[in-house]
């Protein structure tokens, strides 16, 4: 790898069907995040009934060093079919299994097998800000503008 560092990440594997994250594809022009598997099998209902959003085990607990945290992200073909992550963010001092929400957007059921690609995980620098309230905020060209204002 060039222009990188690797972070140590020790990770304790809590389910016997538990498989440690891994990059699909390494070196210069690798992933960005690595995949998270799936340790149970779990059904998600159809969109809008009950079971559509569950928690789903990784069968793994991580230790983030202080300087680092982790973000949950969708894998772009699960999501083609209807099936996102909802939350995801993971602070350096959480040592609980990874567990990531799933929910089915579709109106079929959709299956998870223990050891399928459910996420991505994405290891970010850990930046701290300081939020200091003010009267006013120095402008700037887009404004007020909100959501969705540069257009669709």
């Known amino acids: 790898?060039?222009?990188?560092?690797?972070?140590r990440i020790p990770v304790q594997r809590l389910h016997p069907a538990a498989q440690l994250?891994?990059?699909?594809?390494?070196?210069?022009?690798?992933?960005l995040a690595a995949d998270l598997f799936a340790a149970e099998a779990v059904t998600l209902a159809p969109a809008g009934q009950p079971g559509?959003?569950?928690?789903?085990r990784t069968g793994l607990a991580l230790e983030l060093p202080a300087t680092h945290g982790a973000l949950v992200e969708d894998r772009s073909g699960l999501a083609l079919r209807g099936?996102?992550?909802?939350?995801?963010?993971?602070?350096?001092?959480y040592r609980g299994?990874?567990?990531?929400?799933l929910t089915n957007l579709a109106p079929e059921?959709?299956?998870?097998?223990?050891?399928?690609?459910?996420?991505?995980l994405r290891v970010v620098q850990r930046l701290?800000?300081?939020f200091e309230e003010v009267d006013t905020l120095e402008e700037a060209p887009r404004g007020s503008a909100g959501f969705g204002s540069t257009g669709s």
């Open 128 to 130: 701290q800000a300081a």
């Open 21 to 31: 994250p891994r990059y699909a594809h390494l070196g210069p022009f690798g992933d």
């Open 97 to 101: 299994e990874l567990r990531i929400v």
């Open 109 to 120: 059921p959709h299956q998870v097998a223990p050891g399928h690609r459910i996420a991505q």
């Open 1 to 7: 790898m060039t222009n990188t560092s690797l972070i």
């Open 83 to 93: 099936v996102t992550t909802l939350a995801g963010v993971i602070d350096p001092g």
């Open 52 to 56: 559509s959003t569950q928690a789903i």
